[in-house]
């Protein structure tokens, strides 16, 4: 990668030069040093928006995934990252995490280029990964063991102990964000980690990888294996000297990697899988533009391509025709445009299999009886790209699979309710449950409803106004692990009793 100026890039023009001076990190990052591929096997990584070739990217398989757990054993063996005082971890992530912050704009950029999202998104997706690293850094001298209540003649510590190999496998709609959501407690107690970037949104891990190695972690500590998951996704999985899975991605992939886990060595697996979430709109509702604003965001930010989309609208019946005139109203203004321009809200699809799939279920809605209301068409942005305005369909039912599928792109499935329990049962016919919108003015509502959501989270009066410090998972067949908060950095720490035996 070469140099970028760090004055802020203000205009398309301005990333637009930014993108033209960059060269690529295509190489692996095993110990500690950028490499071919074993068996020298590379994928394409395309830039969505123009169809243009970004990079031929290296794409490991069984024989890199050996190496690098072994190398990554070693260093945890070794114990110059696990055994090193959690004060001298912190500062290493710390530094990490000002790097971060020197090169925002150039990691930002990687993630656009790669995957398409909004240049605007993606300086978004760098603040939340930053502020995670600094977190977990501060977080690891502030985690406490225990000492057991026992008589005088025992003392009972409960210790905490790094896991060991830990593998990241991470997606591609918010590359380096989800990234940092994984690796961050994981290095921060104390284990090594090899991270496999998605093949759709490699680089900006890659870069990563040099600015780790800047900051200061141990030789063998972090690894990037760029690749697909059926080689080295699946070698990492079924290793016998990983202890632990980090995963992020679809649910039938999550199955996958669970099975993985018992073939092998009962490693445990962390999973944040699929969502297809409702967003609950009640006829108490004082401000019904802002409202509808923010239920069309939920829904288009990112294209559609958030685990966590407000994809199922369910508004009551009694405000339900001009509630969705104002959702696509709302809708109108979010209209793709080329991701390197600041101004625009969404970008392109990954790529053309996800456009394709999104496409398919766009038809397939209204062969179903959906009312098609706003989008449904390919567009272009410049004559290029694979691009998809926002979608809305009304009068969905529960049988119509744009009501019950992920479809993991900008389609919005409208449902409406007379009743309370009605809301809520129509909410919880999912088999996902990783978040949930409710929308009222009713405290009581509020509080009896959000806690009978079957979801990981529940936005109340917003959609997904998150911090660090709360916990990011799912329920049912959105998987079983969390990300953030403390308890992420539980998760990638084991529990020891010691139990002395004390003199009389």
Request: glycine fraction near 10%; aromatic fraction near 6%; proline fraction near 4%.
């Amino acid at each position: 990668m070469t140099a970028m100026s760090q004055a802020s890039p203000r205009t398309r023009a301005d990333w637009q030069a930014l993108a033209a001076s960059l060269t690529f990190e295509t190489r692996a990052y095993l110990d500690d040093a950028f490499v071919d591929a074993q068996g020298g096997a590379t994928l394409t990584t395309i830039n969505p928006a123009t169809g243009e070739t970004l990079a031929e990217v290296a794409s490991c398989d069984d024989a890199d995934a050996e190496r690098a757990v072994a190398v990554a054993r070693a260093a945890f063996d070794g114990g110059d990252w696990s055994r090193l005082a959690p004060g001298r971890r912190k500062r290493v992530l710390l530094r990490l995490a000002d790097l971060m912050e020197a090169h925002k704009h150039e990691l930002a950029l990687l993630d656009t280029l790669d995957m398409g999202k909004p240049i605007a998104s993606s300086l978004g997706d760098m603040a939340g990964a930053i502020a995670c690293l600094r977190h977990h850094a501060e977080s690891i001298d502030k985690l406490y063991g225990e000492v057991a209540p026992t008589g005088e003649d025992a003392l009972g510590l409960v210790l905490r102990e790094p896991l060991g190999v830990v593998a990241s496998i991470v997606p591609w709609n918010f590359p380096l964000m989800m990234t940092a959501w994984k690796i961050a407690p994981a290095l921060a107690a104390g284990n090594s980690v090899i991270l496999k970037p998605s093949e759709k949104s490699p680089l900006s891990a890659l870069r990563l990888a040099s600015l780790a190695r800047e900051a200061g972690l141990p030789r063998g500590v972090f690894q990037v294996l760029p690749g697909y998951g059926h080689t080295v996704g699946r070698a990492l999985a079924l290793s016998m000297d990983v202890d632990c899975l980090a995963f992020t991605g679809s649910t039938g992939v999550g199955k996958q990697l669970m099975q993985y886990a018992g073939q092998s060595n009962l490693k445990r697996v962390y999973l944040e899988c699929g969502g297809k979430s409702p967003n609950l709109v009640f006829a108490d509702c004082k401000d019904l533009d802002k409202v509808a604003e923010h239920a069309a965001a939920a829904i288009f930010h990112n294209q559609g391509e958030v685990c966590i989309a407000g994809s199922r609208l369910l508004v009551e019946d009694a405000i339900r025709e001009a509630f969705v005139e104002k959702v696509l109203a709302a809708a109108e203004r979010m209209q793709p445009g080329d991701p390197l321009d600041p101004e625009s809200f969404m970008g392109a699809m990954v790529d053309r299999a996800q456009y394709e799939r999104v496409l398919a279920y766009i038809r397939q809605g209204v062969e179903e009886g959906a009312v098609l209301r706003a989008g449904g068409e390919a567009t272009e942005v410049d004559g290029k790209g694979l691009f998809i305005p926002p979608t809305v369909f009304d009068g969905v039912t529960e049988a119509m699979a744009i009501g019950r599928e992920e479809i993991f792109g900008p389609v919005l499935a409208v449902f409406g309710f007379d009743t309370e329990e009605e809301a809520i049962r129509l909410a919880n016919d999912s088999d996902y449950g990783l978040a949930a919108g409710l929308w009222s003015q009713d405290i009581d509502r509020v509080m009896r409803v959000s806690r009978r959501l079957q979801s990981g989270q529940v936005f109340v009066n917003n959609w997904a106004a998150m911090d660090q410090t709360v916990p990011f998972g799912g329920v049912k067949q959105s998987g079983n692990g969390r990300d953030k908060s403390h308890h992420s950095l539980e998760e990638y720490s084991e529990l020891k009793s010691v139990w002395m035996s004390l003199a009389p």
